[in-house]
């Protein structure tokens, strides 16, 4: 495969502060501490997005949410109501700083928990860095976070010390829990005075910048399985199709299980504490929903660049295609910038066919009209 530069994408990621207006409305992120809600923190938000928004909630690929459909004239109404619920913080700086990945497992009090809490009060120690920028405190017993976007890493080696390592990096160096965010923060230094006009780590470590040697040391460990839906030993895990939460139905499926608590994770995947499996149509329960396997960005009309419906296009081709699917609305690829094994690109209404590639590939098949899409995909 051939591959064309990726399009640019904005270079920042929309905000409470600081929303991005889409084709339904201002998007509003919410970046929960430790991306976790209490019960009432959750039936708050969906109040929120009832009342104030289009009713829908994003699952985001950075552990976030997103109250969609806000008009201009309620934002302030939106930052009140989210500062009330403690979910935003009084200092816009911070707020936007807090691109922090937390391994959904954590325990209060555990080494997780308090490397989040002091980097968190730390931020401002950091350097001005690009917007979409961001930590991964991977400190679990495997590494979870290996495949989203972090740039500066924390996890365990093989032998279970503790690793700071930059992306795309297979070594780090050691660090313990007293020291563990001061070398990332001297990462971030190191970065945005090595970065050139590149505006993530990655593209630093693939240029002819090199780290020292000393930040290569010790191997990382191999990764964790993938997380899916069903039960889980602090409760319930479920899914939600594209990342799309209905607020009222989230709402209800909270009261109905009795949850103490929501985590939100970046695999369009949130786990209820202390819940049990419900049998429900409304979220994804198990691993083998064909929509569980498709990655669809929101698409038109609700985003502006989308000239095509991906959701209602994934809708209709759920169960009648082997392996991963990522539909997207413009050759971005914001739903799964990675390769996948088939991917769908909208261009002026009608669909690209890349095959084991990025969306931005050169595709091998172009022009492809929904229709003809449902009478082929069978043999994509």
Same mark, same amino acid.
């Given at each position: 495969?051939?591959?064309?530069?990726?399009?640019?994408?904005?270079?920042?990621?929309?905000?409470?502060?600081?929303?991005?207006?889409?084709?339904?409305?201002?998007?509003?992120? =919410?970046?929960?501490?430790?991306?976790?809600?209490?019960?009432?923190?959750?039936?708050?938000?969906?109040?929120?997005?009832?009342?104030?928004?289009?009713?829908?909630?994003?699952?985001?690929?950075?552990?976030? +949410?997103?109250?969609?459909?806000?008009?201009?004239?309620?934002?302030?109404?939106?930052?009140?109501?989210?500062?009330?619920?403690?979910?935003?913080?009084?200092?816009?700086?911070?707020?936007?700083?807090?691109?922090?990945?937390?391994?959904?497992?954590?325990?209060?009090?555990?080494?997780?928990?308090?490397?989040?809490?002091?980097?968190?009060?730390?931020?401002?120690?950091?350097?001005?860095?690009?917007?979409?920028?961001?930590?991964?405190?991977?400190?679990?017993?495997?590494? =979870?976070?290996?495949?989203?976007?972090?740039?500066?890493?924390?996890?365990?080696?093989?032998?279970?010390?503790?690793?700071? +390592?930059?992306?795309?990096?297979?070594?780090?160096?050691?660090?313990?829990?007293?020291?563990?965010?001061?070398?990332?923060?001297?990462?971030?230094?190191?970065?945005?005075?090595?970065?050139?006009?590149?505006?993530?780590?990655?593209? =630093?470590?693939?240029?002819?910048?090199?780290?020292?040697?000393?930040?290569?040391?010790?191997?990382?460990?191999? /990764?964790?399985?993938?997380?899916?839906?069903? /039960?889980?030993?602090?409760?319930?895990?479920?899914?939600?199709?594209?990342?799309?939460?209905?607020?009222?139905?989230?709402?209800?499926?909270?009261?109905?299980?009795?949850?103490?608590?929501?985590?939100?994770?970046?695999?369009?995947?949130?786990?209820?504490?202390?819940?049990?499996?419900?049998?429900?149509?409304?979220?994804?329960?198990?691993?083998?929903?064909?929509?569980?396997?498709?990655?669809?960005?929101?698409?038109?009309?609700?985003?502006?660049?989308?000239?095509?419906?991906?959701?209602?296009?994934?809708?209709? =081709?759920?169960?009648?295609?082997?392996?991963?699917?990522?539909?997207?609305?413009?050759?971005?690829?914001?739903?799964?910038?990675?390769?996948?094994?088939?991917?769908?690109?909208?261009?002026?209404?009608?669909?690209?066919?890349?095959?084991?590639?990025?969306?931005?590939?050169?595709?091998?098949?172009?022009?492809?009209?929904?229709?003809?899409?449902?009478?082929?995909?069978?043999?994509?």
């Amino acid at each position: 495969m051939s591959a064309t530069h990726r399009p640019e994408a904005k270079g920042w990621c929309p905000g409470a502060y600081r929303p991005m207006m889409s084709g339904d409305g201002l998007v509003v992120r =919410v970046r929960p501490t430790c991306a976790r809600l209490t019960a009432d923190q959750v039936m708050g938000l969906c109040e929120v997005a009832d009342a104030l928004g289009n009713g829908v909630i994003d699952l985001t690929s950075r552990a976030n +949410l997103q109250i969609r459909g806000v008009s201009e004239d309620n934002h302030t109404e939106v930052l009140q109501r989210l500062a009330a619920l403690d979910l935003l913080r009084d200092d816009p700086a911070l707020e936007s700083r807090r691109n922090i990945l937390i391994s959904p497992f954590w325990q209060d009090g555990d080494i997780t928990f308090r490397i989040v809490q002091e980097l968190t009060v730390r931020l401002g120690e950091l350097p001005e860095l690009p917007a979409k920028v961001g930590f991964a405190i991977d400190t679990g017993p495997a590494p =979870v976070f290996r495949n989203n976007s972090a740039d500066f890493r924390l996890e365990h080696s093989p032998s279970g010390e503790l690793l700071v +390592l930059a992306d795309g990096m297979a070594r780090g160096h050691v660090v313990d829990a007293d020291t563990a965010v001061d070398a990332l923060i001297e990462m971030a230094h190191w970065f945005e005075t090595h970065r050139g006009a590149a505006r993530r780590m990655a593209p =630093v470590m693939m240029g002819q910048t090199r780290l020292p040697i000393a930040w290569q040391a010790t191997l990382n460990a191999a /990764p964790a399985p993938k997380l899916v839906p069903g /039960p889980h030993d602090m409760g319930a895990i479920y899914g939600a199709a594209f990342g799309q939460l209905d607020a009222s139905r989230l709402s209800a499926l909270v009261s109905a299980t009795g949850a103490t608590a929501l985590r939100v994770t970046p695999w369009r995947l949130f786990l209820l504490e202390e819940a049990e499996m419900a049998d429900t149509s409304d979220f994804i329960t198990r691993a083998d929903d064909p929509l569980f396997h498709i990655d669809a960005c929101p698409g038109a009309p609700r985003c502006n660049t989308a000239t095509v419906d991906t959701r209602q296009l994934a809708q209709d =081709v759920a169960g009648r295609i082997k392996g991963p699917l990522h539909i997207s609305g413009c050759a971005k690829g914001c739903a799964r910038p990675r390769e996948t094994q088939t991917t769908l690109v909208g261009r002026d209404g009608k669909f690209d066919l890349v095959r084991n590639g990025l969306p931005w590939d050169e595709p091998v098949q172009t022009g492809l009209s929904p229709d003809t899409l449902l009478d082929i995909i069978g043999d994509i």
